[in-house]
């Protein structure tokens, strides 16, 4: 069984920066994509970035290119998501994702819980 668990969310005010980790188990991490998704309160969730297994190869959503960097640390099985320049649209429940590529939900297999985020003006 796959199990992802984020952490690092938190209350930033407008021009700030938070660094989101997620931590996998259970599968083969080297081996694996892994993404962040991001779902604020009465929207869809949204495709945020991804990375493929090496990490040489990444994917950015429009809205957060050139202020997100997602990274990862395979032998720590961690993936990260750098935030900076933060904006209140920023503000939404942030979701790791692994088991798939792509933008779209359905590309994915597998998603931890969530962390907050939320952006002050």
């Known amino acids: 069984q796959v199990q992802l668990l984020e952490s690092g969310g938190g209350l930033v005010q407008a021009g700030g920066s938070l660094r989101l980790s997620c931590v996998a188990s259970?599968?083969?991490?080297?081996?694996?994509?892994m993404g962040w998704f991001r779902q604020a309160p009465g929207n869809e969730r949204e495709f945020v970035t991804c990375?493929?297994?090496?990490?040489?190869?990444?994917q950015y959503a429009d809205s957060v290119k050139g202020r997100f960097t997602i990274s990862r640390d395979n032998a720590k099985n961690t993936v990260y998501l750098q935030m900076n320049s933060l904006k209140p649209d920023d503000t939404a429940v942030y979701y790791c994702?692994?088991?798939?590529w792509g933008t779209g939900m359905g590309g994915w297999t597998y998603w931890g819980q969530g962390t907050q985020v939320a952006v002050s003006s």
């Open positions: 990375i493929d297994s090496s990490g040489d190869y990444t």
């Open positions: 259970g599968r083969t991490f080297s081996y694996s994509a």
């Open positions: 994702t692994t088991g798939g």
